[in-house]
């Protein structure tokens, strides 16, 4: 092969290799997610009575004003906390306003310690119409928690918050007000709200290493530049959306692990879904389940096949379920 040569052959070994690659992504991803449960996910269970009940379906019409979702992963010691701070703030609520219904959606994504005991130990103090427990035969993700907890709500207004209460509970009245700001400006009922912790960056970046400020900066550069722009904090577990605005998202939802967020923003914004942001109030909390380096590393190549999948038609977006 003369020098000539090489860089011919060179870019056709490319192109060939791009194909390939192109057909294995494209013949081995699911068009649109199919959204599977055991036949024991299907039910939560009343703990006084210890029958089992079904959950319903987030297609069904509304039966209360908000559904609070609560992804945990072995979270037996950090959950108390934030329960408490939710359900004190519920209860509030209710008792300002009689009109006021709640439920919360304690969901165990395969856990190997208590959470679930300690879950139901809240559904037994409160009632399972309340407070309610869906238990993973085996670990699927957070954005496999969040979005099957979706799915067996009730409410008309759908909140993800993290169990390890690092968000402040009460921000939810922050939220809402915004939710129902775009919801009468826009004149739609499909809306989601994002807490957001960017106005706490540079606090952050002053106690973190510059590694990992740098990883942070160049996660945040790679959403912007490939699925998700306009939001400056993506990935807090604080998110408020309309039944609406919930069938349309996540029934398209592929993305189970951290990354789930961004592909949630991206379809959002790809269906015209309105979308803001407001600051709430964040605190670290110790025992986080991220694994600082290699899962950053798993964020970016999700984003990478996120951008990818959706070009290349392998992902596709189905009308929105209004």
């Given at each position: 092969m003369t020098k000539s040569e090489w860089p011919q052959r060179f870019l056709k070994f490319l192109s060939i290799f791009y194909l390939q690659f192109v057909v294995v992504i494209y013949m081995t991803s699911e068009r649109h997610p199919v959204?599977?449960?055991s036949e024991t996910e299907e039910y939560f269970v009343d703990p006084v009575s210890s029958t089992k009940k079904r959950f319903p379906s987030l297609s069904a019409p509304a039966e209360l004003q908000l559904s609070v979702i609560v992804p945990a992963y072995n979270e037996q010691e950090r959950l108390p906390k934030?329960?408490?701070?939710?359900?004190?703030?519920?209860?509030a609520r209710r008792k300002e306003s009689e009109h006021f219904q709640y439920e919360v959606i304690v969901v165990d994504d395969g856990s190997s310690d208590k959470t679930t005991e300690v879950a139901l130990?809240?559904?037994?103090?409160f009632g399972t119409d309340k407070v309610r427990v869906l238990t993973f035969e085996k670990n699927r993700g957070k954005g496999g928690a969040v979005r099957l907890g979706m799915m067996s709500s009730r409410g008309e207004h759908l909140l993800f918050a993290d169990a390890d209460g690092a968000s402040s509970f009460p921000d939810y009245s922050k939220v809402e007000m915004k939710m129902r700001k775009i919801c009468d400006s826009n004149k739609t009922n499909e809306a989601i709200v994002c807490g957001s912790r960017a106005h706490l960056q540079d606090e952050a970046v002053a106690t973190r290493s510059l590694f990992r400020t740098l990883l942070m900066h160049g996660f945040?550069?790679?959403?912007?530049?490939?699925c998700?722009?306009?939001i400056r904090d993506t990935?807090?577990?604080?998110?408020l959306l309309t039944r609406q605005a919930a069938r349309s998202t996540f029934s398209n939802l592929h993305v189970e692990r951290w990354a789930f967020d961004v592909e949630l923003l991206y379809i959002a914004q790809t269906l015209g879904i309105p979308i803001g942001e407001v600051a709430i109030n964040w605190k670290e909390i110790d025992g986080s389940k991220m694994v600082p380096v290699w899962s950053w590393l798993q964020m970016g190549?999700?984003?990478?096949?996120?951008?990818?999948?959706?070009?290349?038609?392998?992902?596709?977006?189905?009308?929105k379920e209004l």
């Open positions: 959204i599977c449960r934030m329960m408490d701070e939710c359900l004190d703030y519920l209860e130990k809240y559904s037994h103090k945040h550069f790679m959403v912007w530049l490939l998700v722009r306009g990935q807090c577990g604080f998110k190549r999700d984003l990478l096949l996120i951008r990818f999948r959706y070009l290349i038609g392998a992902w596709q977006l189905k009308e």
